[in-house]
């Protein structure tokens, strides 16, 4: 089992930036890949960007490419999200995600997921 607890959501105006947090626990954390993925209300939770175990290949989706970035540090067991140039639509409750199939990390059917942290950013 792996236990994750996400932090750093909040309130942000249009332009602002937020770094989300997710830190591990249970087993190894650096046998697992990565994801953080969002939900909107109404919408289907969708992957934002994905960080293999020794954090040296990232995957992130169009929306979010040159305004996020995925980080790990193997050490403190925590996977963080910086996200900058924030816009209305980046709006969503932001999950981890932690697979031990670093192929399958993107697609988010697989691993452990955290309870998630609310973001809101204000036009």
């Known amino acids: 089992q792996v236990q994750l607890v996400e932090s750093g959501g909040g309130l942000v105006q249009a332009g602002g930036s937020l770094r989300l947090s997710c830190a591990a626990s249970?087993?190894?954390?650096?046998?697992?890949?990565m994801g953080w993925f969002r939900q909107a209300p109404g919408k289907e939770r969708e992957f934002v960007a994905s960080?293999?175990?020794?954090?040296?290949?990232?995957y992130y989706a169009d929306s979010v490419k040159g305004r996020f970035t995925i980080s790990r540090d193997n050490a403190k067991n925590t996977v963080y999200l910086q996200m900058n140039s924030l816009k209305p639509e980046d709006t969503a409750v932001y999950y981890c995600n932690a697979d031990p199939r670093e192929s399958t990390v993107v697609t988010g059917r697989y691993g452990y997921w955290g309870q998630g942290t609310q973001v809101t950013v204000s036009s």
């Open positions: 249970g087993r190894t954390f650096s046998n697992y890949a």
């Open positions: 960080i293999i175990w020794s954090g040296g290949r990232t």
